[in-house]
């Protein structure tokens, strides 16, 4: 089993930052995917960003060259980071953390609030 524990979000003014973590813990894959989806009011969910195991990356057109996914490795554990820079008002949504041995992976956070307002 694998727990995900989301952290940070919250409010920020158009062009501000913010960082979303998502550790997950528990019985880690040698082979995964970890990153973020999103879902805004009244749209479907959709992909952010993610990362592979080896270090690959993934970003949607929308977000490409404004965040940034990493990963922090530890004892059965793995940390992902993404940084958030240039914020729009349309990145206003609730992100998802996800994890698995495909992409999407079967295992989903709780979900964090993302709000960019002025």
């Known amino acids: 089993q694998v727990k995900l524990v989301e952290s940070g979000g919250g409010l920020v003014q158009p062009g501000g930052s913010l960082r979303l973590s998502c550790e997950a813990s528990?019985?880690?894959?040698?082979?995964?995917?970890m990153g973020w989806y999103r879902q805004a009011p009244g749209k479907q969910r959709e992909l952010v960003a993610y990362?592979?195991?080896?270090?690959?990356?993934?970003?949607a057109s929308a977000v490409k060259d404004r965040f940034t996914i990493s990963k922090v490795n530890a004892k059965n554990a793995v940390t992902v980071h993404l940084q958030m820079n240039s914020l729009k008002a349309e990145d206003t949504a609730v992100y998802y953390c996800?994890?698995?041995?495909?992409?999407?992976?079967?295992?989903w956070g709780q979900g964090i609030q993302v709000s960019v307002s002025s």
């Open positions: 996800n994890y698995g041995r495909f992409q999407p992976g079967v295992y």
């Open positions: 528990g019985s880690i894959f040698n082979i995964y995917y």
């Open positions: 990362l592979s195991s080896a270090g690959n990356t993934n970003y």
